[in-house]
């Protein structure tokens, strides 16, 4: 017999059920090491519980360290009270799923995970205890939450981290047929096959590089032909639907494939929505109030497209104002304090083994290849599978290697001395195609502008978790500082981080006095360094300073980019309504409201008007294409009516003029030396075909020369076209991605030089022209040949040609940009050899004719 202590007590005294999220803390069973509420957690459920408990989208902004597992937790126990269940917790992965289940158990919140054999506990269907798992268990075409009308009907949802969320739902929405694994090969080929000749007239040499299995190479599917042929692909599908590839998204997409987008690449076949339908998942689209976590430095704009929130939402976040700015970093940008201090110099310095560290030392780069660079020093390289195991290390104080991680942020957590030195290194970019379609179609945009921002700042927050958490993050690569600098970018990062970055700026100015005084640059950039490290009163004073003064603004979000995400999601939502006229009508009233300031943006938008359109007219479709590539040739050839604009030539005098005003467009001696790295990092074997093509581009415009990219722009002809002088042009083929060890030019290799070569004599009848193909050999396969005398730049010669170019302009310090004549910059390239006739003889080697066997 137990003792009924409820009978005991005192009428009117008897407890009541309270839905007060901070009495509810008050009442858990925690462990003794919990204290009460932090003063800005207990803030943001107060205001929720009295004034916002009744919305049903909320985002949630909160400093890192704060404490929003709990508030979000609590805010799900509130909801529980309230009698408004089932309660869910979505985490982007395993890692945050882990933690916020040790957060429940050691707060005494009532919590289950997803039973072992994949079933929901029935618990959480009751609405007896709190669901926590990650946004894949709910978001897939298998899902134990249902789809469509069959879902479990859900009260309320946190959904934390819901930027990284976005990405993970994004990917359950994916069909990514893989060439080389047997079970999808042959819907490869198919697919393949079946989109053939469109793909050639969109890029005839990348589609040769697909054929020839470059995993680098990409081709989109004209909207108009995946419209044609969307039962040939669904046919093909279908047939493919037990795959790994199809089973768990061919539910969800079946029935949607004509609002799909198609790329065909050397490795995969993928298959996406233009928008991700998440209203198929009821347990999500049906729940009645749904409560995402976001960081205060991330502009929340893109939920609205990736979650179908509200424009409304982001602009009226939860938020404690008092809450101005949160820990400690000292941004230092190496390049911007000598040029000596170049990326190759720091990673060097800071990849090596030390033993006498007292703190972690962590990379983050944009891709696996650049890891190479650190790991050759020493440093230990992290991917998805060693990922929880290396920072494990760092928090257990094991500080001799530094830890190198590519292009994975999500789940990193690295508070205090796990990691007191950050380097940031090079501009980050994604693997994936979808990303790389768009960074490739809308360079420059708004979108791309904030995507790169938030994941700059992303990976600045990996290593300070807390309010007296500080750290050195050292920016590296020219193309991330030129992010850095460049106005477009800089107005997409939140205040605090511009403020850093000014900061940081600032500290450079002063350490180039120190290095003009006779101080070593390394030396004077560890010892500034150190200062933030070894708690200068000093720095901590100056900084504390500048950031108070930091005058806080009234939006959390950029309102031309939250506008823009707003319109496309409704245009796309009318379209697949079965209104295309609609559909339209919203973008073009984007286009008359000026609501788009670029050219090449435009051109994006006529082409998605062109898409809509193509259903009711195939001329007026055909029309819009015209005009989409005309301001924008990157993107799809239209079917006919194209005219190939022709690369010009200039004089000796011309040239000069045009290089002179292409440094004087720089502000200083310091960011012209900037780009032109940019330009010169990115021309190096190995590097992305894409990013190869465009920085030959750019150095043509630095050399003042005027510059095509034929096959990017006018789907055929060469990768690169130079007018030189007089009528003599330089006709490039790149082949950079080749394998260095390759020891021969293959016939496919050789067949696209002279089909380039045709095209050049088609389109530019009787002019002379320079071939060169960019590739490890000079030497050509037997079975091969080039029907016109080509020469090849190996990687000796372009290395050779890159320092001729930072050489000569290295030869600009110190001189006023307004006072240079041409006829100095003239006898400065004569004196580089970058005269037109060097540029063709010096950095290439003709190409030799293996003998038949």
Excluded at 245 to 266: N, Y
Excluded at 387 to 402: A, N, P, R
Excluded at 759 to 785: A, C, D, N, Q
Aim: charged share 30%; aromatic share 8%.
């Amino acid at each position: 017999m137990v003792v009924d202590f409820k009978k005991r007590i005192k009428t009117g005294t008897k407890a009541r059920k309270t839905t007060d999220p901070v009495e509810i803390y008050q009442k858990l069973d925690r462990a003794s090491d919990k204290g009460p509420l932090r003063p800005a957690q207990e803030h943001l459920l107060r205001l929720w519980h009295t004034k916002r408990r009744a919305d049903r989208d909320i985002i949630l902004k909160l400093h890192t360290g704060q404490g929003k597992t709990l508030i979000g937790l609590l805010m799900l126990q509130s909801k529980l009270a309230e009698g408004e269940g089932p309660a869910l917790y979505l985490c982007p992965n395993n890692f945050l799923v882990a933690q916020t289940c040790k957060q429940a158990r050691e707060f005494g919140v009532a919590h289950q995970a997803v039973e072992s054999d994949g079933e929901l506990p029935e618990s959480f269907l009751t609405g007896d205890t709190i669901l926590v798992t990650t946004v894949h268990k709910l978001f897939n075409g298998k899902s134990k939450f249902g789809l469509g009308s069959r879902s479990i009907t859900v009260g309320s949802i946190v959904m934390d981290d819901a930027h990284a969320c976005i990405d993970h739902i994004r990917d359950q929405f994916l069909i990514d047929i893989r060439r080389d694994v047997g079970e999808q090969a042959s819907a490869y080929s198919e697919l393949l096959s079946l989109f053939e000749r469109e793909l050639k007239t969109q890029g005839v040499g990348t589609f040769h590089d697909i054929s020839s299995n470059d995993r680098t190479a990409y081709l989109p599917v004209p909207y108009w032909v995946w419209s044609d042929r969307i039962d040939d692909v669904a046919a093909i599908l279908s047939r493919h639907r037990n795959t790994k590839a199809l089973t768990f998204t061919w539910p969800i997409l079946k029935d949607r494939l004509k609002h799909c987008q198609c790329l065909v690449t050397g490795g995969s076949v993928t298959v996406y929505p233009y928008r991700a339908p998440v209203e198929q998942f009821g347990s999500y689209a049906g729940a009645r109030h749904r409560i995402l976590i976001s960081a205060t430095i991330t502009d929340d704009s893109f939920l609205v497209k990736g979650l179908g929130l509200s424009a409304d939402v982001v602009r009226n976040p939860l938020v404690d104002p008092k809450e101005k700015w949160w820990g400690e970093k000292m941004v230092l940008i190496p390049s911007r304090i000598n040029e000596t201090l170049s990326r190759g110099a720091v990673v060097e310095h800071f990849a090596k083994p030390n033993r006498n560290r007292r703190h972690g030392t962590v990379a983050l780069v944009p891709s696996s290849k650049r890891c190479g660079d650190w790991a050759k020093y020493g440093a230990n390289q992290a991917d998805r599978r060693t990922i929880v195991g290396q920072v494990k290390s760092l928090t257990e104080g094991k500080y001799e290697k530094t830890l190198v991680v590519a292009n994975y942020y999500d789940g990193i957590d690295l508070p205090d001395n796990a990691c007191r030195v950050l380097v940031i290194d090079s501009k980050p970019f994604s693997d994936d195609f979808q990303e790389r379609y768009i960074v490739d179609r809308r360079n420059g945009s708004q979108l791309v502008h904030g995507r790169t921002a938030r994941i700059i700042e992303q990976g600045m927050g990996r290593a300070v978790r807390g309010e007296k958490d500080y750290c050195v993050v050292f920016f590296i690569g020219p193309d991330v500082v030129r992010a850095l600098r460049s106005p477009a970018q800089r107005r997409f990062f939140s205040l605090q981080t511009r403020t850093q970055i000014e900061i940081g700026h600032e500290i450079s100015e002063m350490a180039r006095e120190e290095i003009e005084d006779g101080a070593e640059p390394m030396d004077v950039l560890l010892e500034t360094a150190k200062q933030c490290l070894s708690r200068d009163e000093g720095w901590k004073d100056f900084y504390t300073e500048r950031m108070d003064s930091m005058e806080l603004e009234g939006e959390q979000y950029n309102s031309a980019l939250l506008n823009g995400l707003e319109k496309e999601l409704l245009a796309e939502r009318h379209f697949e309504a079965g209104a295309p006229d609609r559909a339209a009508k919203t973008i073009q009233d984007m286009l008359d409201k000026k609501m788009v300031e670029e050219a090449s943006e435009r051109g994006w938008y006529l082409q998605v008007m062109a898409r809509y359109t193509y259903g009711l007219s195939k001329v007026d479709a055909n029309r819009l294409q015209i005009g989409a590539h005309k301001v924008n040739r990157s993107l799809l050839r239209p079917k006919e009516g194209m005219e190939v604009m022709k690369v010009e030539t200039l004089t000796r005098q011309g040239r000069m003029g045009r290089l002179k005003k292409w440094v004087t467009e720089h502000e200083s001696y310091e960011d012209l030396l900037l780009d032109v790295d940019s330009i010169l990092g990115s021309l190096k074997f190995g590097v992305s075909s894409d990013t190869f093509e465009f920085a030959l581009d750019r150095l043509a415009q630095a050399l003042g020369f005027h510059s095509d990219r034929p096959d990017h722009d006018w789907k055929e002809g060469p990768d690169n076209l130079w007018g030189l002088l007089d009528g003599k042009y330089l006709l490039i083929e790149c082949k950079n991605m080749v394998d260095v060890r390759r020891a021969e030019i293959s016939k496919d290799e050789a067949d696209q030089m002279n089909r380039s070569s045709a095209w050049f004599t088609r389109h530019y009848p009787g002019l002379e022209v320079v071939r060169m193909m960019i590739h490890p050999t000079h030497k050509v396969k037997s079975s091969g040949g080039f029907r016109d005398p080509v020469s090849v730049i190996r990687k000796r010669e372009l290395g050779s040609l890159a320092g001729a170019v930072r050489s000569f302009f290295v030869e600009l310090r110190g001189v006023d940009f307004e006072d240079i004549s041409e006829d100095s910059l003239s006898k400065n390239a004569a004196a580089h050899k970058l005269r037109v006739e060097d540029i063709c003889e010096l950095y290439s080697r003709k190409a030799f004719q293996l003998p038949q066997p």
